[in-house]
């Protein structure tokens, strides 16, 4: 990398330049975190609960037990019952979550085992605990920071602006394109 940079002129030429960014990019990692990552959008089936004789609050309730696992503090266990005595009414032993939600799940690290780590608290207790455990093990990015390449110079450097110049011609060149209601500060 140190000789590509000393190879550039100090003046702009965009086909040396341009070289440079296809070998090295355009930005370096200035820092990573390494982890697991869960996240769950869930939404709500509400005609269904309604005709179920449910409101979307009782509805996020039982999802919420049932996304809990244990049972032990008063409240979830109160609100358990509730959710056993519904679902007695309703004449069904399936659980909440497959009869009134739909959820879209990103699990980023980690071993799942084809498991649901939300709401596997009763047949699977032990899923959420084996998930977090196989992070150290299997960990990936759950964070990462990065710097356009010409900070790697010194401001004084000859091929600074050179290089800023071309990423940003670079990334004007190759970006996909928003359709913005206002112009857009490159850079900004």
């Not at 509730?82 to 399936?94: A, H, I, S």
């Amino acid at each position: 990398f140190l000789e590509a940079i000393k190879s550039l002129p100090a003046s702009y030429d965009p086909d040396a330049y341009r070289s440079l960014i296809t070998t090295y990019g355009t930005h370096y990692t200035t820092s990573v975190m390494l982890g697991g990552q869960m996240k769950a959008v869930t939404a709500i089936k509400s005609c269904q609960a309604a005709v179920s004789g449910l409101t979307d609050t009782a509805v996020k309730d039982c999802l919420d037990v049932e996304a809990s696992g244990s049972y032990s503090v008063a409240t979830v266990k109160a609100e358990a019952h509730f959710c056993k005595e519904k679902k007695k009414k309703m004449g069904t032993n399936e659980k909440f979550s497959s009869m009134f939600s739909e959820r879209q799940t990103e699990i980023i690290g980690g071993n799942i085992n084809g498991e649901d780590l939300l709401f596997s608290g009763s047949s699977h207790p032990d899923s959420l605990k084996k998930w977090l455990e196989s992070l150290k093990s299997l960990p990936d990015i759950v964070h990462y920071s990065l710097k356009p390449l010409h900070f790697l110079l010194s401001t004084k450097h000859p091929a600074r602006k050179g290089l800023k110049k071309a990423v940003e011609e670079y990334i004007i060149q190759n970006a996909l394109m928003k359709v913005c209601s206002e112009p857009c500060n490159i850079g900004r």
